[in-house]
């Protein structure tokens, strides 16, 4: 398998990038013995982004609220916008800018606006972007560290899998992902099932007993 892998996709503090760097080196060594190709590349226009989310989101909440009960009071994104107002402190405790945003925008995802942005989406993270790459390096997949790049191959419509990779010295576990074009699911599956395989980073939650049960 030939993967390629963009760093600029590592968020975070500088100590947490380095962390999770570390753990992703790591396991692409491990790759590379099992008979894997890994290149860095860099994804172009990966940061044009585009409105879909928002139409989308007020579109799909609204039609959600509207087939609640009679008892849910809270009927439109408008209104669960007004509803984190009443006590911002409780309700508001990382803001509602996301919300606001959305509110903003045409509920009805037959707008034109919605349909330009949807096509320029489309446009961007497959043809310009994914397509591109992948062409260029002759890649079988890319690789991201835990989600940072889903929004990417998810706008694009193209698939994506995560297995896990590893723990940071916090206890946050980590996780590989691979995504390529479309109809690759196959490929991705192979690839993925045979690292998890050779490498069995998963490891078992510790659960805690509640009220002595």
Do not use: W
């Not at 609640?68 to 509803?83: A, G, Q, S």
């Not at 698939?159 to 940071?168: E, N």
């Amino acid at each position: 398998m030939r993967i390629g892998v963009d760093y600029s996709f590592f968020y975070g503090s500088d100590e947490e990038k380095a962390e999770l760097k570390q753990i992703i080196l790591e396991q692409i060594e491990v790759m590379k013995s099992l008979g894997a190709s890994v290149e860095e590349v860099t994804i172009p226009n990966h940061e044009l982004t585009a409105d879909v989310l928002f139409y989308k989101f007020k579109h799909y909440v609204n039609d959600y609220l509207k087939k609640t009960p009679e008892t849910v009071k809270v009927k439109t994104l408008e209104d669960v916008i007004k509803f984190n107002e009443e006590d911002p402190d409780v309700r508001m405790k990382f803001g509602q800018a996301f919300l606001v945003e959305s509110q903003n925008k045409s509920e009805s995802l037959d707008d034109s606006k919605y349909h330009e942005q949807r096509a320029n989406d489309i446009k961007c993270s497959r043809e310009l972007s994914i397509d591109q790459v992948m062409a260029e390096n002759n890649l079988d997949a890319l690789l991201f560290v835990n989600n940072f790049g889903a929004a990417l191959p998810a706008k694009a419509g193209y698939p994506s899998i995560t297995v896990p990779a590893g723990y940071t010295n916090s206890g946050m576990p980590v996780g590989v992902t691979f995504s390529a074009k479309a109809y690759s699911e196959p490929k991705l599956i192979e690839l993925a099932y045979s690292y998890e395989q050779h490498t069995k980073k998963r490891v078992a939650p510790k659960f805690r007993k509640i009220f002595g049960k």
